[in-house]
């Protein structure tokens, strides 16, 4: 059973708009949340997190936002740019989780020049 | 180094053999995780390590997987006669040891078994 959702496989968007890829977890013990970036052959890069104290949190042209009541969180780049064409993992741990991390399937960004 | 190294990048093996992955996390973490990623999916979760214990073992998807970690630094994850299901990328992290952290990846081992 997923417990970290994200429906949408693909993303397509016009370089310096806005992308916004969005997940959906079941576990209500989550607290923690994270995005990851993967190239092709290479490992996944941390982009951002967020505690479920809070929700948002940005940094620079990454904002993420949680809602905790509806269990989803969103990852917004403003702008976006080719660069950013990757594989975007959401994930999601809690504590006493040690860290340990479960993921959804992954969204594909192309950004288009 | 300064990240996670994983050796080899590429392994292609016969149905039924065996194979050994390695893992050599970042200097000083103590947290080592091994995850896989299949065709099409997210990653998936297979066992953690704290120092040189597992604590978390709950992923491994049958007993034809192991893993050990020594002197709280290396990993390696044994496959026994491997099966082509076992085709995946296996992805190895580290972090500092404590709750809700980022981790940091390795750039896998592409397991291909024909």
């Known amino acids: 059973d997923q417990q970290v959702k994200q429906n949408s496989p693909s993303l397509s968007v016009q370089e310096g708009r806005i992308s916004i890829l969005n997940c959906d977890y079941t576990?209500?013990?989550?607290?923690?949340f994270l995005w990851y970036k993967k190239y092709p052959a290479e490992g996944p890069t941390f982009l951002i997190s967020?505690?479920?104290?809070?929700d948002k949190n940005e940094d620079g042209r990454f904002t993420v936002f949680l809602n905790k009541s509806a269990k989803h969180l969103s990852l917004h780049i403003v702008p976006s740019q080719p660069g950013d064409s990757a594989v975007y993992f959401c994930?999601?741990?809690?504590?006493?989780?040690?860290?340990?991390?479960?993921f959804g399937k992954g969204i594909t960004l192309s950004v288009r020049p | 180094g300064a990240g996670v190294s994983q050796s080899p990048s590429n392994k292609v093996t016969e149905k039924g053999k065996d194979v050994e992955l390695r893992c050599d996390p970042i200097?000083?973490?103590?947290?080592l995780y091994w995850y896989r990623q299949s065709l099409g999916q997210g990653l998936e979760f297979l066992i953690y390590?704290?120092?040189?214990?597992?604590?978390?073992k709950s992923g491994l998807p049958s007993d034809r997987f192991s893993a050990e970690r020594t002197g709280g630094s290396v990993s390696t994850l044994t496959i026994q006669r491997t099966q082509q299901e076992d085709s995946a990328v296996y992805l190895c992290?580290?972090?500092?040891?404590?709750?809700?952290?980022?981790?940091?990846f390795g750039s896998g081992t592409q397991l291909s078994v024909l």
């Open positions: 992290a580290s972090s500092p040891g404590a709750t809700n952290e980022k981790l940091f």
């Open positions: 576990n209500s013990m989550f607290d923690y």
């Open positions: 967020i505690s479920s104290i809070k």
């Open positions: 994930a999601a741990s809690y504590t006493g989780a040690n860290s340990k991390l479960t």
């Open positions: 200097s000083g973490h103590t947290a």
């Open positions: 390590f704290q120092g040189n214990s597992a604590p978390d």
